[in-house]
């Protein structure tokens, strides 16, 4: 099994920073890529960050320049570092992993989320 733990929400200022981090754990051959959603209250569940085990990265335009995705392969974590943010980042952060468990079976695994709360 596979399993993935999310970190490092919180409360912070417009403006404020955070760095949130994606673990996963257990049976892994190998993590194809890990994503960085988001959702809002009421809203849909949108994807934020993208990057590959290459550290090719993708985002969301509402992010570009803003936030920095990272992966550190070694330790099967990702990182997402988000600089001025603002009160419509507010939202639950979701990691998801991509990747395989043996070379017939992959996984596609989700964590439970951390808030991630910015005041105006």
């Known amino acids: 099994q596979v399993q993935v733990a999310e970190s490092g929400g919180g409360l912070v200022q417009a403006g404020g920073s955070l760095r949130l981090a994606c673990a996963a754990s257990?049976?892994?051959?190998?993590?194809?890529?890990m994503n960085w959603y988001r959702q809002a209250p009421g809203k849909q569940r949108d994807l934020v960050a993208t990057i590959t085990s290459s550290g090719t990265t993708n985002y969301a335009d509402s992010v570009k320049g803003r936030f920095t995705v990272s992966r550190d392969n070694a330790k099967n974590t990702a990182y997402l570092q988000m600089d001025s943010l603002k009160p419509e980042d507010t939202a639950v952060y979701y990691c998801?992993?991509?990747?395989?468990?043996?070379?017939?079976?992959?996984?596609?695994?989700w964590g439970q989320g951390t808030q991630v709360t910015v005041s105006s």
């Open positions: 257990g049976r892994i051959s190998r993590i194809n890529a």
């Open positions: 998801n992993a991509l990747g395989l468990v043996t070379s017939a079976r992959g996984f596609n695994t």
